[in-house]
């Protein structure tokens, strides 16, 4: 269940991870388990040996400069690298128990599992209604009732359905950003996945469309589990559990973020985070 329990968490409980350094973090089941990750693009290594092990149904954190990573860490875990030419990984990843490299995987299958919202919010030049049906259709809901039940649903879920529910058949290209970028979440929450990817969601934002997605998020995920980068240092402590600091695609340091906010261990975490690079 979602209960935690405050307790020093070894790698050592749980099966298959590698040995790492001891955590102060709560000990909930894991959905995301990253193990010695390595990713070249072409002859340039980019990630370097990451493993971390992301919660379900909490809101973990990736933050560093640009350029060390965050964004390729999070396309590995549904495997959108895979379009990048003279991709190579290394490594293991499990995502609900399921190792995500195994040949037999149906990548299609990974990317309903594994949903995505962008930087700039992109929905597709169609309606609002269409927007959200679009996963479910490809899945192959046809029925117009349940069509309607899913887009009510998830409308709900990713707290627009207020804004939009009397022009549905309106295009989505006429909502304002805050609302376009609410649209992708109910786009991705459509087809129920169990993971939620969110690379730099609010950048685009002004302050009360991002603090609408933050307090979203909070909603969010009872249930999905959320892996959001961020450039936004209070924005990570205001909305994640825990939080992954990376440099030249090294992960330096990975705890709760209180502990990394407060507390942390390595001298570049405390250097990037009191503004002394970055
Ligand atoms: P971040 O999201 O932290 O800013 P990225 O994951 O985008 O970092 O990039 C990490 C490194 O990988 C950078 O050096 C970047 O230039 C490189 N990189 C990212 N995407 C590609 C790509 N498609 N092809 C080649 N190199 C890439
Ligand atoms: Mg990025």
């Not at 968490?9 to 959905?31: D, H, Q, R, Y």
């Not at 709900?156 to 549905?168: F, M, P, T, Y």
Request: net charge neutral; with cysteine.
């Amino acid at each position: 269940m979602s209960g935690s329990v405050s307790v020093s968490v070894s790698a050592s409980l749980k099966p298959g991870a590698s040995p790492g350094p001891i955590m102060e973090m709560p000990m909930v089941m894991p959905m995301v388990e990253i193990d010695h990750l390595s990713l070249w693009y072409g002859a340039k290594l980019a990630l370097k040996d990451i493993s971390m092990s992301i919660p379900k149904h909490r809101v973990t954190a990736y933050i560093g400069p640009s350029g060390c990573g965050k964004s390729t860490l999070l396309r590995c875990l549904n495997r959108m690298n895979d379009l990048v030419d003279g991709v190579r990984v290394a490594g293991n990843i499990r995502i609900g128990g399921t190792d995500i490299h195994d040949p037999a995987l149906d990548v299609t299958d990974l990317r309903k599992r594994v949903g995505m919202v962008f930087q700039k919010s992109n929905p597709f030049p169609k309606s609002i209604f269409e927007n959200v049906a679009y996963g479910p259709r490809i899945l192959g809901v046809r029925n117009q009732s349940d069509l309607e039940g899913i887009v009510e649903r998830s409308l709900k879920g990713a707290a627009l359905w207020d804004e939009v529910h009397d022009r549905l058949r309106e295009s989505a290209l006429g909502l304002s950003g805050g609302q376009q970028q609410r649209l992708c979440i109910a786009r991705a929450i459509a087809v129920e996945p169990d993971v939620l990817l969110m690379d730099e969601p609010c950048s685009a934002l002004d302050p009360i469309a991002t603090a609408k997605i933050e307090e979203l998020m909070l909603d969010l995920k009872n249930s999905y589990t959320i892996v959001i980068v961020t450039h936004n240092m209070q924005q990570a402590a205001r909305v994640a559990e825990n939080t992954g600091f990376f440099l030249n695609g090294k992960m330096v340091e990975f705890d709760s973020t209180h502990k990394i906010f407060t507390n942390p261990k390595d001298k570049r975490t405390e250097d990037y985070i009191t503004g002394r690079f970055g």
